[in-house]
C-alpha cells in the first residue's frame, strides 16, 4: 500500500484512479482549486486529513475515512461509490453523500443539506445532523443514537430501522414503507403522511397533525404531546399513553388512549375507533 504522508494536493484529479493507498495527514486545498481527488479509487484509506475541495470520492470502492474533515467547501463529497466507512470526521458540505451503497458513519458530525439520496444499506450511529432533506429515496437504513435537525427528512425510504434517535424535523417519513422506529424521540409537524406499515415502539412523538393518510400505522406504548388533529384518514392500531390534545377522522382500526380533549368524527367514512379509559368507545362506526 503505497502512503501519502504530510502532503498538500490541489491539482485536478490530484489521486485519480488511486489503488491501495494509505493517505495520513495530507491537505486537500489551495490555489489550483482542483476537483475530484481520489475518483474512481478504490481500497483507500484516509486519516487526519483535511478536504476543501469538490468531489473527492465519486465512483469508488472501499474507502475508509477516519479523524477527517471534508468542510463546506468540499462539495458533494461522497457520490456512486461502494464499501464507504466514515468514523469520528466532519462532514460540512452540501450533498455530502448521494447514490452510495454500503455506508457505515459512526461518532461523526454532519452538516449537509440535501444529504443521503438514493443511499442504500446505511448504517449511522452516535452522529449528529442538521441537515434539510435528509436521506430522501434512501433504503435499509439502520440508525442509533442520531441526532438530527432539519425539514422533510427521510421522504419515501423504505425497510429501515432507527433506535434510541432524536428527531427535530418537519414532514419526516412522507412516504416511508416498512419503517420501524423504537425508544425514540420525534419532534415536528405533519409527521409521516401517506405512510405505509410505519411502526413507532416506545416514541414520544410532538407536533400538529401528525400521522395522517396512513396505511398500516401502528404505535405501541408511546406518548403524544400537542399532536391536534391526528390520525385523520388513516388505518391505524395504537396504544398511547397519554391524553391527546386531539383525533381527527381516524378511517380504521382502533386507538386506545387515556383520554381526547377533542374527537372530531364528521366524516361518514371514518370507521376508527377510539378507546378511552373514561368511556369505553367515544367513537365509532
Known sequence: MQTYRNETFDEERALYGADEVNVISCRFDGP???????????????TDSYFNLRYPFWHDDNICINKTELTEGCRAAL???????????????????????????????????????FVNDI??????????????????????KVKLTGKYSFQYIKDSVFTNCEFDTKDAFWHAKNVTVKNSIIKGEYLAWYSENLTFENCTISGTQPLCYCKGLKLINCRMIGTDLAFEKSEVDASIQNEVDSIKNPWSGIIRVPGVKEVIMDDANAKGRIITDKQKICACA
Do not use: Q
Open 32 to 46: 489550483a482549486d482542483g476537483e475530484s481527488a481520489l475518483k474512481e479509487s478504490r481500497n483507500v484509506e484516509v
Open 79 to 117: 457520490w456512486y461509490s461502494k464499501n464507504v466507512s466514515v468514523s469520528d470526521s466532519m462532514l460540512h458540505g452540501i450533498k455530502a453523500l448521494r447514490e452510495c451503497d454500503g455506508v457505515k458513519i459512526k461518532s461523526c458530525d454532519i452538516v449537509s443539506p440535501e444529504f443521503g439520496w
Open 123 to 144: 448504517e449511522m450511529m452516535d452522529t449528529n445532523v442538521v441537515s434539510e432533506y435528509f436521506m430522501l429515496h434512501s433504503d435499509r437504513l439502520t440508525f442509533d
